[in-house]
């Protein structure tokens, strides 16, 4: 069942240029907004991966991988709910590992791999945790759930085929404020369920 | 945040001789784990950093090594691993349910065994910026105030609870901490390490400010030996304990040759129950006999005005534990 929206139709090709190319972007980047009116602090010229792109940038020391990635790198899709590591919308993989980007400097992310939510869908179209999530109804107001996406995929990734206890463990550092918990744990159950079909076959 | 300039050592006498030569140059430096803590200490201005001395670039800190007169934690291993490693989940059980105890698999991913064990205290005066003598003031709020989640065991001044989750396991495992500095390294016994609050009330355990913890070494693993950690939250997870116990047994077929009880959540520090311990040794544990471990386990707290409950849930956690520890 999949539905073409301008808005995915928008991300998948965006995410089709960003697997296909590799070059290390360095363009110009917008003055943070968000690190209140002083002078700027000590800066540092890091690389790091995202998404499969490499990317040279100069930042502050004081800056939070998620404001790396939201204000120099422009994926939003990262949200900042508390900015303390007690929410968990901030969710995006290190390395392939959870971790909350809010409590996590850019600088530590140098020579590392990281990846976004804007990391899951291809040119084939979105992710199977995607598809589940939408056709579960998972999302209400939506701003939990790309955290809810990074560690479910990182929980498929070492267990494919997940019980309900495993997903509510692994979910256990996203919160969702519009309490959908029950519906985020059966979508990752099905995708879990749904992966026993060979590879090739439909996973929707 | 406030802005800092983050270094990153390779070696463990680079970040040392980074902290000795900022200071020296009048600059505020601080060591940064998993800075799953530090970075929320920063952005409350509770930490007001100019260096921030990232250890995680310094190499061979984060593995595990065992030989036939110790096991050594590197005090970089995240709490992730640590939980999963093979040798500390067959050996030292406690350990690694102490560490998969912690927050979240978030915080886990991030989060070193060193900075849990040097996390600052969740007090939520503290944490709120109040001048009490955690933050260099002279009064402890949660004496008189909300002291719902505070310590039953303190003689004062300040009535804060230790945080940590694996620094009870440590205790009851006989731990010993390699701490690094200038003037070279010592190895503080774990129940030396945490310090009360009459003796020093700004700190919470006897690092200099120029001081790593570098190591954590465990004494060689016993067949007989077993460990476990258990912990009460108010909700199911992502929080740290109400109380909580670390105890280990020596067992001789049912019968205990010796054993170790130390409690979180209930006292400035990891809180030693040797008393109730002694009570197992040479005995079989019995329901009886863990009932009455329990009772002697909290026979002298002395509760605040909000937080008695702890009492009951105490002696509860602690009977019920050794017990279950014993059977296994
Ligand atoms: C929402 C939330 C829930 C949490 N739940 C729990 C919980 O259930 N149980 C629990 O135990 N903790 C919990 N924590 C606290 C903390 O995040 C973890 O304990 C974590 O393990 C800290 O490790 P870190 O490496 O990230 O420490 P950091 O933040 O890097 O450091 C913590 C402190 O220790 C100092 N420090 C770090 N490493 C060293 C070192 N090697 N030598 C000397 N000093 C050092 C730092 O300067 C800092 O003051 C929670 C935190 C949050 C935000
Ligand atoms: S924004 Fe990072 S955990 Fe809430
Ligand atoms: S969908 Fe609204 S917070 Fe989870």
Redesign the interface.
């Known amino acids: 069942m999949k539905k073409l929206s301008r808005r995915n139709f928008l991300e998948t090709t965006a995410a089709g240029i960003a697997a296909a190319a590799v070059p290390v972007e360095t363009g110009a980047q917008p003055t943070p907004t968000n690190q209140g009116t002083g002078p700027t602090g000590p800066r540092t010229t890091l690389e790091l991966v995202v998404n499969s792109r490499r990317h040279r940038l100069d930042v502050e020391d004081r800056c939070t991988l998620a404001e790396l990635l939201r204000d120099h790198l422009h994926l939003t899709g990262t949200k900042i709910g508390c900015d303390r590591g007690e929410c968990g919308a901030c969710t995006v993989l290190l390395d392939g590992l959870p971790i909350y980007a809010c409590s996590y400097l850019g600088v530590w992310a140098d020579g590392r791999s990281v990846e976004t939510v804007e990391g899951l869908a291809s040119p084939r179209g979105l992710h199977p945790l995607q598809e589940s999530f939408i056709e579960h109804d998972a999302p209400q107001c939506g701003f939990c759930t790309s955290g809810q996406l990074m560690s479910a995929k990182a929980l498929l990734t070492v267990n494919p085929q997940p019980s309900a206890q495993q997903v509510r463990e692994a979910l256990t550092g996203n919160l969702c404020r519009c309490s959908n918990y029950n519906q985020y744990v059966a979508a990752v159950v099905a995708t879990g369920r749904s992966a026993r079909l060979g590879p090739g076959e439909d996973i929707a | ?6 270094v990153n050592p390779r070696t463990l006498e680079d970040a040392v001789s980074a902290l000795t030569r900022s200071r020296a140059s009048g600059a505020r430096a601080v060591v940064s784990g ?3 803590d530090l ?2 200490l ?2 409350e201005r509770l930490v007001q950093p100019d260096i ?1 001395v ?1 250890l ?1 670039t310094v190499a061979g800190l984060s593995n595990v090594r065992a030989d036939a007169r110790a096991t050594t934690i590197g005090g970089l291993i995240t709490l ?1 691993a640590l939980s999963r490693e093979a040798h500390i989940r067959r050996d030292y059980q406690g350990l690694a349910e102490a560490a998969a105890s912690v ?5 886990r ?2 989060g070193t065994l060193a900075g849990n064990v040097c996390q600052r205290p969740w007090c939520w005066y503290l944490r709120n910026g109040y001048a009490c003598y955690k933050n260099g003031g002279d009064r402890c709020f949660a004496s008189s105030g909300e002291n719902q989640y505070h310590a039953i065991f303190s003689q004062g001044p300040s009535y804060i609870v230790h945080p940590s989750d694996t620094a009870p396991a440590l205790v009851a495992l006989d731990a010993r901490f390699r701490v690094v500095g200038p003037r070279g390294e010592r190895l503080v016994n774990a129940s030396e390490f945490f310090v009360l609050p009459r003796v020093d009330p700004a700190r919470e355990n006897v690092l200099q400010d120029d001081e790593i913890l570098a190591e954590i070494v465990l004494p060689p693993a016993v067949s007989s030996r077993r460990s476990t950690y258990a912990k009460i939250l108010d909700r ?3 929080t740290h304990a109400l109380v909580s116990a670390a105890v280990v047994l020596d067992m001789d077929g049912d019968v205990c040759r010796r054993a170790r009880i130390v409690l979180g959540g209930v006292a400035p520090v990891p809180w030693d129950r040797p008393r109730a311990a002694g009570l197992l040794e040479g005995q079989r544990v019995t329901p009886e006999l863990a009932a009455a471990v329990a009772e002697a386990a909290v026979s002298d707290a002395r509760p605040l005005a909000k937080n008695g409950y702890k009492v009951p849930l105490t002696r509860g956690l602690v009977g019920r534990t050794v017990l279950a520890l014993a059977r296994q």
């Open positions: 945040m406030k802005a800092f300039t983050n998993g800075g799953s970075l929320g920063i952005k921030v990232n995680k992730d927050g979240t698999p978030q915080i991913n991030v199911e997870a992502w």
